[in-house]
């Protein structure tokens, strides 16, 4: 069974960073795709970034481009997203979530994402 592990949240003032970490306990989605959620309250979970561990395609919803980087150690068992320039709006639950592949057209959609974690939470407020 995939277990998936977040940790790296906490408290930031705007302007500030975070870096949150993903562990990946299976091998098989270690070549797969692997993306980055978050939920705030009242809100529905959405996307902000995936990648596909096998190769090196990125996707980042609109909202982060430019602030915010997915990424994975050599060794594929960890998953990284860095959050920089973090604004309030980007406080929330933000989950790591595994599907066996991703493309332009999928990534973003939480239909194919077999696997979660259980969230680990980002305020950004002064």
């Known amino acids: 069974e995939v277990q998936l592990v977040e940790s790296g949240g906490g408290l930031v003032q705007p302007g500030g960073s975070l870096r949150l970490s993903c562990a990946v306990s299976?091998?098989?989605?270690?070549?797969?795709?692997m993306g980055w959620f978050r939920q705030a309250p009242g809100k529905e979970r959405e996307a902000v970034a995936a990648?596909?561990?096998?190769?090196?395609?990125?996707y980042y919803a609109d909202s982060v481009k430019g602030r915010f980087t997915i990424s994975q150690d050599n060794a594929k068992t960890m998953v990284y997203l860095q959050m920089n320039s973090l604004k309030p709006e980007d406080t929330a639950m933000y989950f790591c979530?595994?599907?066996?592949?991703?493309?332009?057209?999928?990534?973003?959609?939480?239909?194919?994402?077999?696997?979660w974690g259980q969230g680990t939470q980002v305020t950004v407020s002064s």
């Open positions: 299976s091998y098989t989605y270690r070549n797969r795709c």
């Open positions: 979530a595994g599907r066996e592949w991703c493309s332009t057209g999928t990534w973003s959609t939480l239909v194919g994402y077999n696997y």
């Open positions: 990648m596909s561990t096998g190769g090196s395609a990125t």
